[in-house]
């Protein structure tokens, strides 16, 4: 049995007091016997509806120590997680909506669980992205295919993503396009892809395999999805690719010329100009090759 939980807003703060049961009605918490099991567990929802959070759970905790069985269990398991998350806590509540679930396998309301735990969650995404990690594919595990999964499988790639853990989120994204083809999160995966390559290459220094693959990708999502809402970002992270390829290459250039070797930097300083003349890499790489020529550093 489930308890109705109000807060009214009222001139009368003893109407603000008052807790509503489909049984009983209106109720003040303050003429209640704890020793009583119904009347405990008022007491304990008025706590939660007054953001008593710790008292909350502790009354719900000792009535299913005293009563484990009683017809208040499944309120009290689903009540003690919803205070830990009205509370922040964000883990202890995933943990209490899993005992539930364990305690009492195929209730009615698992539908509204599988909810609260996805609500978990992705409020413990924004303070600590991989710690909500477990909690997404738990709830993918409860139905790989129900109403959840893909958001679930949308948020673990966020979340690494989030954390610059760009190596496990490119194949998060992408076990989206394969798990859930026609999901409205298709295409936006499909975006993030080579968005995960980009970020990761930003990094690095010369290695510019996943740059090119990061290219390639964001002009495969143009060709799938040409009036998506993501066509003007995917063009711009297309010119944001090149010009970052396009300063790993003139580095690269920089590094023979210092080397003495300005034949190798030349052919850098060439593609550079042929193959990104809209960076800005482009315009210096035209002014060192005049630059070296007019030195006889190579042949014109």
Request: glycine share 4%; with cysteine; proline share 5%.
């Amino acid at each position: 049995m489930f308890v109705l939980m109000v807060s009214l807003i009222s001139a009368s703060d003893a109407c603000a007091e008052l807790i509503w049961n489909k049984d009983t009605g209106w109720v003040d918490p303050l003429t209640l016997n704890p020793a009583v099991p119904d009347q405990r567990y008022k007491i304990a929802t008025s706590m939660m509806i007054d953001g008593e959070y710790e008292s909350a759970v502790k009354e719900f905790k000792g009535i299913l120590d005293a009563h484990p069985d009683s017809d208040l269990a499944e309120s009290c398991y689903y009540n003690i997680g919803q205070s830990y998350f009205l509370a922040g806590k964000y883990k202890k509540a995933f943990k209490a909506y899993e005992t539930l679930l364990e305690r009492f396998p195929g209730i009615r309301i698992t539908g509204l669980i599988h909810q609260r735990e996805f609500e978990a969650g992705t409020s413990l995404m924004q303070e600590n992205p991989k710690a909500s990690v477990p909690i997404f594919e738990r709830v993918i595990e409860h139905n790989p295919q129900g109403p959840l999964a893909a958001d679930c499988q949308v948020k673990i790639a966020d979340a690494y993503f989030l954390a610059e853990d760009f190596v496990n989120a490119e194949p998060a994204y992408r076990a989206v396009i394969e798990n859930y083809p026609r999901s409205a999160w298709a295409p936006y995966a499909m975006y993030r892809i080579p968005l995960s390559k980009l970020s990761l290459e930003a990094r690095r220094d010369r290695d510019m395999g996943n740059l090119w693959k990061a290219r390639d990708g964001f002009e495969e999502y143009l060709a799938n999805y040409p009036d998506g809402t993501l066509v003007e970002e995917a063009k711009k992270k297309i010119h944001e690719t090149e010009d970052l390829i396009a300063q790993k290459e003139y580095s690269i250039a920089e590094f023979y010329l210092r080397k003495k070797n300005p034949a190798s930097a030349m052919v850098y300083l060439k593609r550079i100009a042929d193959r990104f003349p809209n960076t800005r890499w482009a315009d210096k790489s035209q002014d060192t090759m005049v630059f070296l020529q007019k030195i006889n550093a190579v042949k014109k």
